[in-house]
């Protein structure tokens, strides 16, 4: 039996009622998957599946939150998971992707979506994503501040931390190195 069976959607025998399947994508599930973007949440997937003329057509519904870490204090940050996808899925003699169509072979019958319900979940995390002004843990943000690289312009690496209420200390540089900063500001 394979790890993501559950996950397979029989499209043979549908009639031209729609089906509809619900997944609860937990820690479990994550950890099957076995990718670095999420580890860790909650999902509730709902996938109704409707016969057309020549295709099927999956819709997707994803609610729920994963746990990625902060990008700026590297603690885990709820990152809230809502979601509307929908996929057509034709029959062939063997799988493909092109475009927005996915092909399955006949013979199967069915499309497994364990990947590609997590393809919408990643998809759906922002590049960025940081704790509300002043949910950072304090310690890291702390170290942080303190091996910023400086620049002339401090109103940059001030805004940087402006949501959190902790202050950079000022450090003298050298005055031999600050030549060199004017090779990073002229290009």
């Not at 109103?155 to 030549?179: H, K, M, Q």
Request: charged letters at 30%; proline letters at 4%; a negative charge.
């Amino acid at each position: 039996m394979s790890k993501f069976e559950l996950y397979n959607v029989v499209l043979k025998d549908l009639s031209t009622e729609s089906r509809v399947y619900e997944y609860l994508l937990d820690d479990v599930y994550f950890s099957k998957i076995d990718s670095p973007e999420v580890q860790k949440g909650i999902v509730k997937a709902k996938i109704t599946v409707q016969k057309k003329i020549n295709s099927f057509e999956l819709n997707f519904v994803l609610d729920g939150f994963v746990l990625v870490p902060c990008n700026r204090c590297l603690d885990d940050l709820e990152q809230p998971i809502h979601y509307k996808e929908k996929l057509q899925v034709k029959f062939g003699s063997t799988f493909s992707e092109e475009d927005e169509i996915v092909i399955i072979p006949e013979s199967d019958g069915a499309i497994n979506v364990a990947w590609f319900l997590y393809e919408f979940i990643v998809l759906n995390i922002p590049i960025k994503h940081v704790h509300a002004p002043g949910e950072c843990n304090k310690t890291m943000v702390t170290k942080l501040k303190k091996h910023i690289s400086r620049s002339k312009d401090d109103d940059e690496v001030e805004s940087v931390f402006e949501d959190d209420d902790l202050e950079v200390e000022d450090t003298a540089t050298d005055p031999r190195w600050d030549g060199l900063q004017n090779i990073i500001d002229n290009n």
